[in-house]
């Protein structure tokens, strides 16, 4: 019980006070009986591999987990075991549990729970002092939940969580308390397991009720399995545009060879068991000696910006698991060497099943064979064999990743066995080094530099017999200075006096390379900037000129000067890369809502014929008694983004009714926030000027749009695959019939007038011509015609009521300087971390 209690440095203290620094072997007696406790790598061997049929997992063990994970692999002994490691191990060797898609999703939610803990005061880049270890448990609970079952918990946040379907007879699973109850059952079992014989005098109805809510959490998954089948999958909520049939579930892959719900829900618990706690210590344990050596955390941040790069925000990292696993060798020892200093499973234990032998620790001078009668336990401890200096040297109780690399690096045998050894040996070791790896990846990507925040800083390191772990308190720091990085801006225009010393003060190791290149209409080629400037570009600020993916390998973000992406869809650069591209969505905001209202006001009041009475000197009221003005009408806005956004801010001030439309649904107040660039003071951020939304990508969800009595249709939408001739004959006459009831004012018909700022495709041209000549419509106003230029004589330039601009509207002597804004936030959000303004997201295209 001392041992159970203490932690596993007592096993160390035990044996070198009592017995001596080279006594390896011991029998302890212990009451009514003995127990063996070696520290010998031989004896170790021949229990786990060489004699292993003379050993087993102690009844003590089996049972005392049991109850709570059931029969799996983790909790049964000879045949039962065996079929159970048949099932499990061939679960572990393919290669589809390394899916670093997934972890990322976590990891995401990871940072974004450390960027809480950021105080405000941004200057510096440090959070304030926190505990780091809660949420790597919640990333490795919501990771595992995730893998076994195919749902996460989303400890980390819960408003990820998704509705799950109804199972008539079965509770929904508990997501919110699940990892509690494991925790609480786990101490439980822990208090059992050393009062072993005992273990009756505890009342444990508490214990049952953790072991219960934990069986009907795996129970719901296993029903749903079997009811769906191999839809199962498919059914699951889409993740980041990743097929659903690549994902890997372990509950569905295990219910193609068992359907039986008790061996499915025991080998999942299993499964959830060995692995979450076990790697959430690892990785504590990791960034616990990474913020206490700094030189070891700046070399190995060194290794991984080397290969990867510095972290991207909004940008899948695009890392391998094979890249993890074979080109980061001090990433390896780092990990090696944390598992020796601090193994998360410090202790393990076996049994005799019948009398046998240990080859070494009897005798005089303990080289000899030592007698094990049946039903003898040893135990096995893992921290005190890797802390021998015997065998590691003097320094064995010192952090110090190099012991692995120099002199050829070191191979350890049976001193070295955080993850066991022989038939019973680990089956998630890969899998919890690689996650774990993946995460420090990401993590030193992210903060360049990590602080211990401990009182007092050097208190001896604490270790508990059991999995345990105690990251400490750490402070993160993001890659501020932008170090690593440069940027190549290709322009029209210079520089504004003063923006390029802006940079050099906000982001002081950023390179900074600026070309101009004159206003010619078609943007400059590759070559007019050297391979090598290219080789070195990370961020990248551009109307059109883009590198090839080889000749710029480095390139991780490209700042589009353009609101749309459309002329870089089809760029290898943008197809076959994860470079984050951000548009300069925003910079139109003001001067393109000028033109719409302006052409619509013009026409309302009639300005284009008064100018023509002008140029003829002629002093005509014309039908001065028909115009009308804005208050009260309704104004329909077709992509509800920044230009939208500020056309409804100046419609409404003329006291205009808006009609919102996104393709999306925006039911929460959240979601019809604005989240890309505004500037400051403009644009409706919160999304709360329409007095309607309508959304959707349907024909019939447009026509409901077209339909609710639009005075004036503004359309802002980007021109994708999808918003190619958007508008055509059928809108156009469902425009034409009007009020479908919601609009202005049912009793009268009035037009639409249609003003299109956004691209001339998005507009079926004849529809429109027809619409024109018809009077379908009011009028138009047109920045933006298919074909564009507008060819002379196209019968757009004479048809009725159309106002025609040459693509015009987005000019302003302001544009550069809000697109060099723009920029700087985002260089902002890659120092810092969190969300890219504007990222184009491949899968809709803009
Ligand atoms: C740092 C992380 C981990 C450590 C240190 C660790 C350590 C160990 C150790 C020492 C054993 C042997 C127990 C014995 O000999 O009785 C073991 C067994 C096992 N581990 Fe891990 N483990 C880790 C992560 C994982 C993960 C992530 C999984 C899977 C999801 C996993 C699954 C298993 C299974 C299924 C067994 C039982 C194998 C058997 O009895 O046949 N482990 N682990």
Redesign the pocket.
């Known amino acids: 019980i001392g041992i159970w209690h203490s932690g596993p440095q007592y096993v160390i203290e035990a044996l070198d006070s009592e017995m001596g620094r080279d006594v390896h072997t011991v029998v302890v007696p212990i009451h009514d009986y003995e127990l063996v406790v070696s520290r010998d790598p031989l004896n170790i061997r021949t229990v786990l591999v060489s004699h292993s049929a003379d050993w087993d997992?102690s009844e003590h063990r089996t049972a005392s987990w049991e109850p709570m994970l059931g029969h799996g692999?983790?909790t049964s002994r000879g045949e039962r075991?065996k079929q159970s490691?048949a099932l499990?191990r061939p679960q572990f060797a393919t290669d589809q549990i390394n899916d670093f898609r997934m972890y990322e999703r976590h990891v995401q939610q990871l940072f974004a729970a450390i960027d809480r803990h950021h105080d405000g005061t941004h200057i510096s880049g440090w959070t304030r002092a926190f505990d780091l270890q809660p949420l790597l448990y919640n990333f490795a609970l919501d990771v595992?939940t995730e893998m076994l079952y195919g749902y996460s918990v989303h400890s980390q946040n819960p408003s990820e969580r998704v509705d799950l379907p109804v199972i008539s007879g079965h509770e929904p699973p508990d997501r919110e308390n699940i990892g509690r109850h494991m925790d609480a059952g786990k101490a439980w079992i822990e208090t059992r397991g050393a009062l072993w014989k005992y273990r009756w005098l505890l009342p444990s109805q508490q214990f049952f009720k953790h072991c219960a809510a934990i069986h009907n959490y795996a129970d719901w998954f296993v029903q749903l399995r079997l009811q769906q089948g191999d839809k199962y999958l498919e059914n699951l909520q889409q993740q980041g545009g990743q097929p659903n049939r690549d994902r890997y579930v372990l509950v569905h892959e295990l219910a193609k060879m068992t359907q039986d719900p008790v061996e499915l829900r025991s080998q999942t618990l299993?499964?959830l068991t060995?692995?979450r706690d076990?790697?959430a210590a690892?990785i504590g344990w990791i960034v616990y000696f990474l913020a206490r050596h700094p030189v070891v955390a700046k070399k190995l941040r060194r290794e991984v910006v080397d290969l990867f790069g510095p972290y991207v925000s909004g940008q899948p990292s695009g890392i391998e698991f094979r890249q993890v696993r074979d080109s980061l060798p001090y990433m390896n020892a780092v990990i090696n060497e944390t598992?020796r200093m601090a193994?998360?499973?410090p202790l393990?234990d076996r049994v005799s099943l019948r009398d046998t032998v240990l080859p070494r620790g009897g005798g005089p001078k303990r080289d000899q064979p030592v007698f094990v009668p049946a039903g003898t336990q040893i135990l096995i401890p893992i921290y005190a064999l890797a802390q021998r200096p015997d065998i590691w040297g003097p320094d064995a109780g010192v952090f110090r990743p190099e012991r692995w690399i120099e002199d050829g690096g070191c191979k350890p045998g049976f001193e070295f066995i955080?993850?066991?050894g022989g038939g019973?040996?680990?089956?998630?070791?890969q899998?919890?080094r690689l996650k774990s790896a993946y995460l420090i990846v990401r993590f030193l990507q992210r903060y360049d530099d990590i602080a211990n925040a401990e009182v007092p800083p050097d208190a001896p390191v604490k270790f508990h017999h059991t999995i345990e772990n105690r990251s400490g308190s750490v402070r993160t720091d993001t890659n501020k200075t932008l170090k690593g990085h440069k940027l190549l801006v290709i322009a029209p225009w210079e520089a504004p006096v003063g923006f390029v010393e802006k940079l050099a003060a906000e982001f002081p190791d950023l390179q900074v390379d600026y070309h101009v290149h004159g206003r010619s209409a078609t943007p400059p080629s590759t070559t007019s900037v050297s391979d090598e400037t290219w080789r070195d570009v990370t961020i990248l600020l551009t109307f059109a000129t883009l590198p090839t993916p080889e000749q710029a390998p480095k390139l991780q973000y490209v700042q589009l000067m353009s609101a749309g992406a459309n002329h870089v869809l089809d760029k290898p650069l943008f197809k076959d890369t994860e470079v984050t591209f951000c548009t300069a969505n925003g910079v139109h905001g003001p001067q393109i809502s000028e033109w719409i209202i302006s052409t619509y006001l013009a026409f309302e009041h009639r300005l284009p014929s008064y100018l023509e009475h002008q140029k003829e000197g002629r002093w005509n009221k014309g039908d001065m008694y028909t115009i009308e003005d804005a208050a009260d009408k309704t104004i329909g806005i077709l992509g509800y983004g920044s230009i939208g956004r500020q056309t409804a801010r100046v419609a409404s001030a003329m006291g205009m009714k808006v009609h919102a439309y996104t393709l999306h649904p925006r039911p929460t107040p959240e979601s019809r926030r604005d989240r890309g660039w505004t500037p400051p003071g403009l644009g409706d951020p919160e999304g709360t000027i329409p007095t309607k939304w309508f959304s959707g990508g349907t024909e019939k969800e447009l026509h409901a749009f077209l339909g609710s009595g639009l005075d004036l249709l503004v359309i802002a939408t980007p021109l994708t695959g999808r918003t190619q001739h958007l508008l055509s004959t059928a809108e156009f006459d469902v425009l034409a019939r009007g009020d479908s009831g919601g609009g202005s004012s049912s009793s009268r018909k009035r037009k639409t007038f249609v003003s299109n700022i956004a691209r001339g495709p998005v507009v079926d041209t004849d529809a429109l011509l027809r619409a024109l000549e018809k009077g379908l419509i009011r009028g138009a106003a047109l920045d933006v015609t298919d074909p564009e230029p507008l060819p002379d004589g196209h019968p757009l330039w004479s048809a009725p009521n159309a106002i025609v601009t040459p693509h015009v509207s987005g000019s302003s002597t302001r544009y550069s300087e809000r697109v060099l804004a723009i920029l700087e936030v985002n260089l902002g959000r890659l120092a810092e971390g969190g969300e890219f303004f504007n990222h184009v997201d491949r899968r809709e295209g803009y």
């Open positions: 997992l692999i983790f075991w490691r499990i595992m299993n499964a060995a692995g076990t790697t690892l598992l193994p998360v499973v393990n955080p993850f066991g019973r040996q680990c089956l998630g070791q899998l919890a």
